[in-house]
């Protein structure tokens, strides 16, 4: 599980992606927390990006901005190991 100071999303279609802390926007989001607590801890774009999102709510993304992430830096040895994942290293 997640604590509350985990909570972050990341949004972006390239490779540097945008890192967002939704943590305090879970009780006020129109969606819903359920949504978010599933999108949170992982490249979210996909899931925001099939709501379809209006203007107004991509503007607000920048409240919650914390900073950048080069995702080809990211180890991709983690304790969570996916279905299917032949990737040890
Ligand atoms: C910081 C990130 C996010 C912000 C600021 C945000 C903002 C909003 C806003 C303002 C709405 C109201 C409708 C609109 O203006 O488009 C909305 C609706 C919604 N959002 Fe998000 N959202 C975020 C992330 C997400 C994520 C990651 C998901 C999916 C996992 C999601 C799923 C939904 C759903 C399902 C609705 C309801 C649509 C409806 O009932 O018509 N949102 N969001």
Avoid: C, W
């Avoid at 879970?26 to 979210?44: C, R």
């Amino acid at each position: 599980m997640f604590e509350e100071h985990d909570l972050f999303i990341l949004v972006s279609a390239s490779f540097v992606q945008q890192v967002y802390d939704v943590t305090k926007y879970l009780k006020d989001h129109p969606g819903g927390d359920e949504v978010l607590l599933s999108a949170t801890g992982k490249d979210a774009t996909d899931d925001f990006e099939d709501v379809g999102h209006s203007d107004s709510a991509r503007d607000m993304l920048d409240q919650y901005y914390v900073g950048e992430i080069d995702i080809s830096t990211i180890p991709t040895k983690t304790t969570y190991k996916p279905p299917n994942s032949n990737q040890d290293k």
